[in-house]
């Protein structure tokens, strides 16, 4: 709800909505505070900039937002003055964290790194009315609240995974889900880009890994892959949003979309036919053969050079079909290949069941009751060096349904409210971890169910805000009553943005 202040001025009384209150944001803001005269963006704003293409480049997003819900100019100067300015200065804001000062001359944001300045215009885009996301003139006034904000996020790693492979989303679709990660201060794009279900990406020297393996998807239909060019547009857009793209190939198991595409690949030398169903731990690659190592290596290498990013996925979940000896020896081989591409591993936590090689990353998507053993095994290896990303599937996952009656999505991890999905704090969650082993949390989004941009929609909000929040904002701001008051706030923006999403029950939601 937007507060109303009225006043009087001669004979018409005019009510004039006050501005969203300072800490109304997702995720909560490290420190907020409110004071002062609001600023007020009229037609003679003008957006400061520094004169480096970079920062252009976040100005004209900025004003890309601002420009067709006002109607007003905006436009770029490189002096300093009144306005909305963006600036980078010398100070303690480390790689991400930014400064927002908000006064009757302006608003100026101020961070140590462009990827500062970038959620700062967040946390400014936020704080307009939900209407400024509109694409025609809208009614203002288009007020910031007056005070201080100083941010910087708790993890460096705050990710979301789409599964491309069990559907195909087109790169449009994906850009779409870049836009409303960054919203959120979401930095990392994590695609999953095999399983059995479909292999797609190109890779030249296994064509048909994309153009047969890719060729379905569950149901039947008749999926789809990335060219070279469409994932290099993918990483250049996700770079335009602050976003690290993070590549998955998973291995050995959900592999039968390449074991499909080459008989080789196969321990008995036949091709199985492509597989539309939604059944996991089937297909394993050939642990003892030469040529599946040849193959690992052709692909990491293409795919690695094909991304700036730090980081591949390879995988390592529900290998079922591979003997455990096996699993070892093959995540000792392959992991090797990744190093030797430059890229650092990350994987399923069962790589903590083999040997992950130093400075890798397990990625725990086990559950609550997950068994002791098995968490104890993940803590050991966090003991070692291993750093962990949390992604508990009955927590963080997407795809998991709200209730019962949610037409979508999945169970078997159980049933994810909102609440549910919020309230728990990656700092303590797996006992006999250091802190400084977790390096963040990621909402992994699998697509067995989800056929459609809406579908995406639905099942990512409003959980996906919730795990950004415990990605980005200290522990010291974590409260489900007040967190329940600024996600309801945020509707009016889905709204307005085209965001389908599930009202939960146990959400304040604003009437429509
Ligand atoms: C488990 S999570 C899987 C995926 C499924 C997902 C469905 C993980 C590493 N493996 O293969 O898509 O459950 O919720």
């Not at 455990?324 to 591409?341: G, L, N, S």
Request: hydrophobic letters at 35%; charged letters at 20%; aromatic letters at 10%.
């Amino acid at each position: 709800m937007v507060a109303v202040g009225a006043f009087t001025t001669g004979a018409t009384t005019v009510t004039k909505p006050d501005p969203t209150p300072l800490g109304r944001v997702v995720p909560a803001p490290a420190s907020v505070r409110p004071g002062g005269s609001p600023y007020r963006i009229t037609e003679a704003t003008v957006i400061r900039v520094d004169d480096t293409p970079k920062a252009h480049r976040i100005g004209e997003y900025l004003a890309d937002i601002l420009r067709p819900s006002t109607g007003y100019r905006l436009p770029l100067v490189n002096r300093g003055g009144s306005g909305i300015q963006l600036r980078l200065a010398k100070g303690s804001f480390g790689a991400e964290g930014y400064r927002l000062d908000s006064g009757p001359r302006g608003v100026v944001i101020t961070a140590g790194e462009y990827a500062g300045l970038f959620h700062g215009v967040q946390t400014l885009r936020q704080l307009l009315p939900a209407a400024v996301e509109k694409k025609s003139v809208q009614h203002g006034p288009w007020q910031i609240a007056g005070g201080t904000i100083e941010d910087s996020p708790r993890y460096a790693y705050r990710g979301a995974m789409l599964d491309v492979s069990r559907h195909f989303f087109t790169v449009a679709q994906v850009k779409r889900y870049i836009d409303q990660l960054a919203l959120y201060k979401i930095n990392e794009l994590h695609l999953h880009l095999s399983d059995d279900q479909g292999w797609r990406i190109a890779i030249d020297s296994w064509p048909r890994l994309a153009t047969y393996g890719g060729s379905t998807e569950v149901g039947g239909g008749t999926g789809g892959h990335y060219t070279k060019d469409d994932y290099r547009e993918i990483v250049r857009y996700a770079a335009s949003r602050f976003l690290e793209v993070v590549p998955e190939i998973d291995m050995p198991g959900h592999t039968n979309a390449a074991l499909a595409s080459y008989a080789d690949l196969n321990c008995d030398g036949v091709a199985p036919p492509l597989y539309t169903g939604t059944d996991v731990g089937f297909s394993s690659l050939c642990v003892g053969k030469d040529l599946t190592y040849r193959f690992v290596d052709d692909v990491i290498g293409e795919l690695a050079a094909l991304t700036p990013g730090r980081y591949l996925h390879i995988g390592g979940d529900e290998a079922q079909s591979t003997s455990h000896e096996d699993y070892v020896k093959f995540m000792d081989r392959v992991q090797p290949i990744v190093t030797k591409h430059g890229k650092t591993v990350i994987a399923w936590h069962q790589i903590t069941g083999a040997h992950p090689v130093k400075g890798a990353l397990a990625q725990y998507w086990g559950l609550d009751d997950t068994d002791a053993a098995e968490k104890a095994q993940v803590a050991e290896a966090a003991k070692n060096g291993t750093g962990l990303i949390l992604s508990p599937a009955d927590r963080a996952y997407l795809d998991m349904k709200y209730t019962e009656d949610t037409p979508l999505g999945q169970d078997w991890a159980g049933l994810v409210e909102v609440k549910r999905s919020y309230d728990w704090d990656p700092g303590n969650y797996l006992a006999g971890v250091p802190s400084s082993a977790i390096r963040g949390v990621e909402a992994p989004l699998w697509t067995e169910t989800l056929e459609t941009g809406a579908n995406i929609d639905y099942m990512a909000f409003p959980r996906l805000p919730g795990l950004a929040e415990l990605g980005w904002s200290p522990a010291s701001t974590h409260d489900w009553d007040t967190y329940k008051v600024r996600l309801a706030a945020q509707a009016p923006r889905w709204d307005a943005l085209g965001i389908d999403y599930y009202r939960s029950p146990q959400v304040p939601w604003p009437a429509r």
